[in-house]
């Protein structure tokens, strides 16, 4: 649940009470509604439980745990929701997590895969219980108001939730600790979350108080609210009794937002600040008398091969031995599986390794990889998608892949990767020595199946049926390839079992409650090592399948996991934890020092879990999935905005169906300088291939200086060389209506969308311009429609996985590139009243600087020209230094130009170049207290910019060049802080603040100026 709750649609608006730009696209969750999917609604007395084929079973079991929960639930947290919460079933990606929100609705999605092997409860005999008490925590939560909040909720509806006001740490730490108090099963106490207390307290890198609200990059990164959250929650129901919890919420609920600290002092009578330092010594005292046992019996020592931290995991010998390939990735570095070249043991111990990791393949992270018997192929499982990349929209699956090696560099190898499998959901793939077959795991709803195919991905088959409740992991074939050993949940134990290659079971090497996993091959054959959390702390053991005896291998104070032995027998690798993350470890691999433990063997034949069945009560309806239910809109926003140089007033409300196929915004606007007014209606309809919206946007567009230039001094006459005039801003009423579709090309990559729209568009002029004006310019304001047609295509690999992936730790956006092209076409015919073109390019790309952490040189290309009859109002504006979108949207006609003013320069056709260096300063990670305010850090950017605009119709009356002239061209450069902050706790969105400094250096701008804007410069 790794962002189990939303932040509803304008909460962040509610927070800062001002909005940057009317009209911003608002982001919205992708419809669950996918082409082919037909959906039913199951009715219970609290839950409406949304599902598509093949769910059914689920979405019983569901809503039987739905009203099994509520019943514990809300007399626990003192609250009783009106009307239904909505749960939505989606299996269309392997990835497990689920969210939840209460605005505009409550409602909870529930992604239909089991728990990973690296998370505690991945053993759980019922994680679907598990998740669900989790978010609807979540829910009772957000949905808890009281005193004078509560009858805000009656006017302005669900937007009045002081949970969304709540830190990241007690709004996940209360939702941890319900779906442990409630289930046993739960983060709190299982040994993963203890290893990770116990490692932070140990090595004195507990996170600051401040750190917990403001998602920092530093490990356990997006794990902390979770475990440090939900363990001092914990520690807050044991000490002051679990109905403090509820009351917290309900007296929060009353005062003032961000005031949790006068509640606190109400419940606890303490600070949060003071509990938490409680806490912690608490925990010092704990795990100090802990190590010390430990150290008793003697901690095993062991040589770091790495020192990175984060998560470094699935170490593979290649099959010569010389190469220790595994995945890593830290808060600075992009994932990326890596090689260390290890030099061969000796009789006098283990010699250091060679040389630093080699760059295997880039981009990527695996949970276990595989070599192929001759070392010329490694074997990965990725997220990926179906035969169609417009279904990458939709569906986010693992698949196979083979990247073979060609060739082995200094520092990298080269490798050319082949996709052997398609929508097969499958991973963890392991190559049997003998080159015939490869072992893997295929992942289904509520369980996964072990299956085997031959190595060019052909021939997938089960090996073993798959059962209701039954959860493979990490096959393992023998040395001699006629043994496979695997991990397997059943009946709440993960346990390790040894399997011949038809799937038959030939001995259960554990049977217990401790979580055994990673099992791995020593040479020989004859032992099986593997991870167990038995003792409550992760350790290696061993088993003898010879002797049938058992050995604990290591004794650590942090965990060990997932142990890997050379080809030689000589040494052992794993992955060690430390409060900096996973790192590799090497020790030798010496059976004679390893300590026995008692072993019974256990029979082979063990039931599976029931399979589900059952069902519904006679009142519970089912029936086909109705969209209208939850349209209506449930909320309304007042806010005040800033657009450039005049502000307004905003009422907004929206509306969504419970699977997002039906969305839409209403906006009204009134404009205080000029007593304008404006407004915006928005629809959407996700429910085919390609996404129709359909919008309406009618809002005053200023324009600076359009029709007024000085006077020369000393001159006189009638022309407008002589016209003696003030400058004045000019405004028009912009309306504008368009429909259309957006979507991926099925020959096309992931990385592009294309949209085609009908637009129409009419703009009347507000400002009242002196008639002798328009008359010495023989101009007069055009009341224009247009009509027609626009297209637009992006391309853009900012922020996707692999080689163009973002790191933790950022400045931004430090690699990829994005392209968006955008043409309109208008004409009479359509029943516009002019013809018109427009085209418009906007290129930018990111370079990261070799071996310099997060320098990155960026570069922007932005073209726009129009064509067709005249229009007074230019097509293109130029000036200022706003802030921009990150990724570029088609059509976009304002080109930003730092050291001038705004709409300097205009023109119907522009053109404008930017260079950019951009170099860290400092990674504050600072907040204060429980102020809602998070200080990420700053970096410093060198820019220049170079820009001009020409051609239109005022070009041989004003000052605007008529074409491209090089001496006519505008040039800035300067420099800027950009500073980087979160408001609102974790859950707001990161706020780029520029302060910068930037010289016209060629042009007529504003000479050295200082400026502050919001956003990103490209």
Known sequence: MAASARVPVGVLCLLLSVSFLPGAARATARSEALPGYHWRTLETPHFSVHYHQEEELMARRVAELGEEIYTELTPFMKWTPRGKTQVVLVNNRDDFNAWSTTVPFREMKIFLVPPPTTMDFDSSDDWLRLTLFHEYTHILHLDTVDGIPKYLRYFFGSIVSYGFFSPTWYLEGLATYGETRFTGEGRIGAPLTEMVLRSAILDLKIPTFDKLGGESPDWPWGQTPYLFGGAFVDYLAQTYGPEKLAEFNHTYSKGM???????????????????????????????????????????????????????????????????????????????????????????????????????????????????????????????????????????????????????????????????????????????SPDGSLLAGVVQQMDRTELVVLSPDGAGLKPLVPAEPGVRWATPRFSPDSQRIAASVVRAGNRD?????????????????????????????????????????????????TEANALYRVTNVAGGAFQPEVSPDGASLVFISYSSAGYDLHRMAFDPAGWKPLPWEEAPIEVSASEPLQGSAPADWKDHGYRPFKTLLPRFWLLSYGLYYDFSFISAETMGTDALNQHTYVLDYFYVLPGAYSGAQAAYSYDRVWAEFTASYYRFPVYYHDILFAPTPTGTGGIGPEHLEVAERDYYEMEQIASAGFTGTPRILSQALRAGVFYHWEQR?????????????????????????????????????????????????????????????????????????????????????????????????????????????????????????????????????LRGFGFDDFWGEEAAAAYLEYR???????????????????????????????????LSDRLDNPKGFNSEELNLGAGGEIDFRLRLGYGLGSEMIWRLGYAQDVQGEGLGGTLFTSLGVSF
């Open 496 to 544: 390790i079992v040894i399997l011949d290659r038809e799937g038959r079971e030939i001995q259960r090497v554990t049977s217990d409650p401790g979580s055994d996993r990673d099992p791995c091959w020593s040479p020989d054959g004859r032992y099986l090592l593997f991870t167990s959390a038995r003792t409550g702390i992760y350790n290696l053991y061993a088993f003898d």
């Open 764 to 896: 009347d002029p507000l400002s009242q311009i002196p008639e002798e004006v328009t008359e010495a310019l023989e101009l007069r304001p055009q009341n224009a429609k247009l009509v027609g047609v626009e297209a637009g295509l992006v391309y853009s690999t900012i922020g996707s996985t692999g080689r163009r992936g973002a790191t933790v730790r950022n400045l931004g956006v430090e690699s990829g590139r994005s392209l968006a092209v955008g043409y309109e076409f208008y004409r009479r015919a359509l029943g516009g009243d002019l013809d018109r073109e427009v085209v418009t390019v906007d290129y930018r790309e990111y370079v990261p600087i070799p071996k310099l952490l997060h320098h990155v040189l960026a570069w922007r290309v932005h073209y726009g020209k129009a064509w067709g009859d005249d229009r007074v109002v230019p097509t293109f504006r130029m000036g200022g230094g706003y802030g921009d979108l990150l990724i570029p949207e088609p059509g976009t006609r304002f080109f930003s």
């Open 257 to 431: 937002p961000y005031g949790l600290n006068s509640a606190a002092i109400k419940v606890f009578k303490k600070e949060f600040p003071l509990l938490w330092n409680e806490w912690r010594q608490s925990l010092q005292k704990k795990y100090e008398a802990q190590y010390q046992a430990l150290a008793g019996e003697g901690i095993t020592a062991s040589e770091p091969l790495s020192f990175t931290g984060y998560v470094t995991m699935g170490p593979r010998f290649s099959p010569d031995g010389r190469w220790l390939a595994f995945s890593t990735r830290d808060a600075d570095h992009y994932p990326a599986i890596e090689a260390l070249n290890m030099t061969a043991s000796s009789a006098t111990g283990l010699k250091p390794v060679a040389h630093k990791p080699v760059l295997l393949i880039p981009g990527r992270n695996a949970y276990t990889l595989s070599w192929s018997p001759d070392g010329k192929t490694v074997y990965i499982s990725r997220t990926t998608n179906p035969d169609s990349a417009l279904a990458e929209n939709f569906f986010r699956y693992y698949d196979l892949f083979a990247y073979r090696i060609q060739k082995e560099k200094k520092h990298s190898f080269r490798v050319k990767p082949e996709r052997l499998a398609r929508q097969a959901r499958l991973s963890q793939v392991d190559a």
């Open 919 to 953: 170099l860290p300063l400092t990674w504050a990670e600072h907040g204060w207290g429980l102020v809602p305010i998070y200080y990420s850090g700053a970096h410093l950017t060198l820019f220049s910019d170079a820009g001009m605009a020409w051609g239109g119709v």
